[in-house]
C-alpha cells in the first residue's frame, strides 16, 4: 500500500512563499524515496479552520453516540482533519513566523485536531499522543535570526509547533528554517542554505 503525505501549507503567499517552496522541495525528496507516495495538501489560507466555539467543544466530549444533529455538524470539519492526519505517513508543514508564533489558520487547524481521546489520551502518567508512527517535517521561515542570537529565546514557532506534534503522538520530527530573509548579507543566500540543509538531510537518510 502506497504511503501518504499531508503538506499542510499556512503561508497566505502563494508561490512567492519561501515556506511553501521548501514544503514542496521536502515533498519531492519523499517522493524520489518512495515513488509511489500519495501527496494530499491542506492549504490553509483555503482551507480555513474557524476559532473553536462553545458547541464544538461540547461536541469533543460528548461520546458519538450521543451527539445531537447540532453536534455532529460542529464538530464534521474537526472529524475530516483528523481522519486525514491519522492516514497519513509524513506530515509536512510549512510554518512562516508572524510576529513570534505561528499564523492564526495553524494554530485554529492545530485546535481542531488536538482531541483527547481522539489523538491523545490523558494516562496515569501524563499525557500521551495517540498519531504515532508518524515522521514530521517542519519549514520555518523568518524575516529574523532565531535559531542563535538574541532572538533565541522568542522563537515561538519552530518549538510550539515540535512540542504539539509530539502531544499527539508524533515525535519524529525535523525541523529546516530558512532565516534571516530581511537582513542584508543573509537575505541574498537565506533561501539556498535552506536548500543546501534539505539536500543534505535526505542524502544522509539514504546513505
Avoid at 500519495?38 to 451527539?67: C, G, M, W, Y
Avoid at 485554529?108 to 490523558?122: P, Q
Amino acid at each position: 500500500m502506497s504511503k501518504k503525505v499531508l503538506h499542510i501549507i499556512s503561508s497566505t503567499r502563494g508561490a512567492d512563499s519561501l515556506t511553501n517552496k521548501l514544503g514542496d522541495l521536502i515533498v519531492e525528496k519523499i517522493r524520489e524515496n518512495e515513488p509511489e507516495v500519495i501527496v494530499e495538501i491542506l492549504d490553509l489560507s483555503k482551507e480555513t479552520f474557524p476559532h473553536l466555539s462553545q458547541q464544538q467543544i461540547n461536541a469533543f466530549f460528548t461520546p458519538p453516540e450521543h451527539r445531537v444533529l447540532e453536534l455532529v455538524t460542529a464538530i464534521k470539519k474537526s472529524d475530516e482533519a483528523v481522519a486525514q492526519i491519522q492516514k497519513a505517513d509524513y506530515i509536512v508543514i510549512g510554518v512562516p513566523m508572524y510576529n513570534f508564533g505561528i499564523a492564526s489558520s495553524l494554530k485554529a487547524y492545530f485546535d481542531h485536531i488536538a482531541r483527547a481521546k481522539v489523538t491523545f489520551a490523558y494516562t496515569e502518567k501524563g499525557s500521551e499522543g495517540l498519531l504515532k508512527g508518524k515522521k514530521a517535517f517542519i519549514a520555518v521561515g523568518s524575516a529574523g535570526l532565531f535559531t542563535i542570537g538574541q532572538n533565541e529565546p522568542f522563537d515561538f514557532a519552530a518549538p510550539y509547533v515540535k512540542h504539539f506534534l509530539s502531544f499527539i503522538g508524533i515525535t519524529d520530527t525535523t525541523v529546516f528554517r530558512v532565516e534571516g530573509t530581511a537582513i542584508p548579507g543573509m537575505q541574498e543566500t537565506a533561501f539556498n542554505s535552506a536548500v543546501e540543509s534539505i539536500e543534505i538531510a535526505f542524502a544522509n537518510t539514504m546513505a
